[in-house]
């Protein structure tokens, strides 16, 4: 898409289904509810982790005192940093359309995009986040090479600063040449 279809784009937000079919993540492991935010001209996303009274995490973590994981608050930006990473990718191979990234069934009928892995991350934990607290993952792609991507990101939960940092994903080498190369 050219500079001017896409600068007249408000941001676009994306359900539960949208983000699932973006991510390779299921149950578990699948840390966002909802993207509030994208926008393609900026290069921003903001992400949506509600975190339950009832996950698994809080059996063990701690039973008299739950605390989210920090690895999962940073996993939780990762893959905000991820999707917005496919969504790239996607959109630059004409594998979806810029205009209809809210439509599950365009999503859906569209090949799924290469898995990113985690190549590294200096993000500071700064506050404890709780059952019940809604964590709102916000990243900035600053730089992108080739199929590396360097992310500016910071989780808050009620404006509160809950992690501040930097994330580089990368398409794996052991990922199919032609995915690499289209990056």
């Known amino acids: 898409m050219d500079d001017k279809s896409t600068a007249q784009l408000p941001p676009l937000s994306f359900d539960s289904a949208v983000v699932q079919a973006m991510m390779p993540h299921r149950r578990q492991m699948a840390l966002l509810d909802r993207v509030e935010s994208y926008s393609f001209h900026e290069r921003k996303i903001v992400a949506i982790k509600a975190v339950g009274q009832t996950e698994p995490v809080f059996e063990g973590h701690f039973p008299d005192e739950p605390l989210f994981p920090g690895p999962l608050i940073i996993e939780a930006l990762a893959q905000a940093c991820?999707?917005?990473?496919?969504?790239?990718?996607?959109?630059?191979?004409?594998?979806?359309?810029?205009?209809?990234?809210?439509?599950?069934?365009?999503?859906?009928?569209?090949?799924?995009?290469?898995?990113?892995?985690?190549?590294?991350?200096?993000?500071?934990?700064?506050?404890?986040?709780?059952?019940?607290?809604?964590?709102?993952?916000?990243?900035?792609?600053?730089?992108?090479?080739?199929?590396?991507?360097?992310?500016?990101?910071?989780?808050?939960?009620?404006?509160?600063?809950?992690?501040?940092?930097?994330?580089?994903l990368a398409v794996p080498g052991y990922a199919p040449e032609a995915v690499r190369d289209a990056m």
């Not at 959109?91 to 569209?110: G, M, Q, T, V």
């Not at 799924?112 to 964590?135: C, F, M, N, Q």
């Open 82 to 168: 991820g999707i917005m990473m496919n969504i790239e990718y996607s959109l630059e191979n004409k594998l979806l359309r810029l205009d209809r990234l809210s439509d599950p069934e365009h999503i859906a009928a569209s090949p799924p995009p290469p898995h990113t892995v985690l190549a590294e991350s200096k993000v500071r934990l700064r506050r404890w986040v709780r059952p019940g607290d809604v964590i709102r993952l916000e990243a900035h792609m600053a730089l992108r090479r080739k199929e590396i991507c360097y992310f500016k990101v910071r989780a808050a939960v009620d404006s509160a600063e809950v992690a501040v940092g930097e994330i580089i």
